[in-house]
């Protein structure tokens, strides 16, 4: 292979490169846009129209990267469920517990909560009021699947009662994403050891309420 020709390929590959990089940043901008107008006007409201304008794109460069705005809310919710269930699936519930007994904070929670701080604003716009009302069920799914149903079966065997398994299930799973939905409402300003500790607290305190009961016996 000649210079001249090693010249054209290469320069093919950097204009190749640049132009991914391109759609990339296009495509995280009309995110970026449609999340914003989600949380203005309601995902009801929300027309490829407006997206493209506020990106500052046509709506042929919209149609590049998504079918629809349908298309552009369960992209979003993909990576965010993705990364959720990746890191949830890091936690070992004995080692979990090990480190919150002797008051340390245990690494793989710890992602938890930076996830949470990472998405904290799109998070807060899918579960508001104006966003998606499945999403808070994508992520109870996930809750249980990958972390809730482990601590049930090392912690309270309930085998012999699918019914109690069920509800405990749904109890300790919508408590949960009731912390973080509480959290993110006011994000602004607070750390990932914020969050953490709030955790902590709670986990705490439904640990001696537990002991306390048991005493009662």
Same mark, same amino acid.
């Given at each position: 292979m000649n210079t001249f020709t090693e010249t054209v390929k290469s320069r093919g590959v950097e204009m190749a490169e640049i132009h991914e990089q391109m759609a990339q940043r296009t +495509? &995280? @901008? #009309?995110? +970026?846009?449609? &999340? @914003?107008l989600v949380e203005e006007q309601g995902f009801q409201n929300v027309t490829v129209k407006k997206i493209a304008e506020c990106a500052g794109i046509n709506r042929g460069t919209f149609y590049l990267h998504f079918i629809d705005k349908f298309d552009v809310m369960e992209q979003i919710q993909a990576e965010l469920l993705n990364d959720l269930h990746d890191r949830f699936e890091r936690i070992t519930p004995t080692e979990a517990f090990k480190a919150i007994h002797d008051g340390q904070f245990y690494p793989p929670l710890i992602a938890i909560y930076q996830f949470v701080l990472e998405h904290a604003h799109a998070l807060k716009v899918i579960l508001g009021d104006q966003g998606d009302?499945?999403?808070?069920? +994508? %992520?109870?799914? %996930?809750f249980g699947e990958t &972390? #809730? @149903?482990q601590f049930i079966a090392i912690y309270h065997p309930t085998d012999n009662d699918a019914e109690f398994r069920k509800y405990l299930l749904a109890f300790m799973t919508s408590a949960m994403l009731g912390v973080i939905q509480e959290w993110i409402n006011e994000y602004e300003d607070k750390t990932v050891e914020d969050l953490a500790k709030i955790h902590y607290q709670l986990l705490g305190f439904i640990s001696k309420l537990g002991g306390f009961l048991a005493n009662q016996k």
């Open positions: +495509k &995280l @901008e #009309i995110k +970026k846009v449609f &999340l @914003e009302p499945s999403f808070a069920k +994508k %992520i109870k799914q %996930i &972390l #809730i @149903e």
